[in-house]
T-cell receptor, first 113, second 112 residues
């Protein structure tokens, strides 16, 4: 997990509230990613950013938003439009060009009550 | 839909035995990667095998890739209780650039 921090580790929110998950990296990697993981499932890509001030939708972007104002930071906002927000959220980075390995943060477990 | 499907979904073995898990995928890939996830933690990269490679080793790990069958296997030899985790394959699709598509994972339990 070294070099990528996600906070908080556990987050509880009431239904209908927006919530922002933090992801910070000191690896100097250009590309950053947000994934969602449901129990017993694989990872699904929400959004990714290959460079500052640019990002693209992944497979399940509806109900989520992101920003990439700094190379080190890629916050994810889970909006009230996301129907089933309770999940484990993972942030990752990738170095260099395409087709490399990804490095993951420790994750944030979001529970919407 | 998931690009990679892993088999088996769960595997329970005794310490010292070998563990084999398989991954199948659907479209042309640049490389295939294996990751490990301990419960409630982030993923850790284990090994990457490129589409022009057939076999790769790293310590007790052996990965094979058969592009004609669109499948890969991960073998962990002489397993230890500390190997208990979920293992995921991820494919970097040809032309997919910086994205990975993850499989559904195999839950491995190594018992003493």
């Amino acid at each position: 997990d070294g070099g990528i921090t996600q906070s908080p580790k556990y987050l509880f929110r009431k239904e209908g509230q927006n919530v922002t998950l933090s992801c910070e990296q000191n690896l100097n990697h250009d590309a950053m990613y947000w994934y969602r993981q449901d129990p017993g499932q694989g990872l699904r890509l929400i959004y990714y950013s290959q460079i500052v001030n640019d990002f693209q939708k992944g497979d399940i972007a509806e109900g989520y938003s992101v920003s990439r104002e700094k190379k080190e930071s890629f916050p994810l906002t889970v909006t009230s439009a996301q129907k089933n927000p309770t999940a484990f959220y993972l942030c990752a980075t990738m170095s260099g060009g395409a087709y490399n390995e990804q490095f993951f943060g420790p994750g944030t477990r979001l529970t919407v009550l | 839909s998931q690009q990679g499907e892993e088999d088996p979904q769960a595997l329970s073995i005794q310490e010292g035995e070998n563990a084999t898990m398989n991954c199948s995928y659907k479209t042309s890939i640049n490389n295939l990667q294996w990751y490990r996830q301990n419960s409630g933690r982030g993923l850790v990269h284990l090994i990457l095998i490129r589409s022009n490679e057939r076999e790769k080793h790293s310590g007790r790990l052996r990965v094979t890739l058969d592009t004609s069958k669109k499948s890969s296997s991960l073998l962990i030899t002489a397993s230890r209780a500390a190997d208990t985790a979920s293992y995921f394959c991820a494919t970097a699709l040809t032309g997919g650039g910086n994205k990975l598509t993850f499989g559904t994972g195999t839950q491995l339990k190594v018992e003493l």
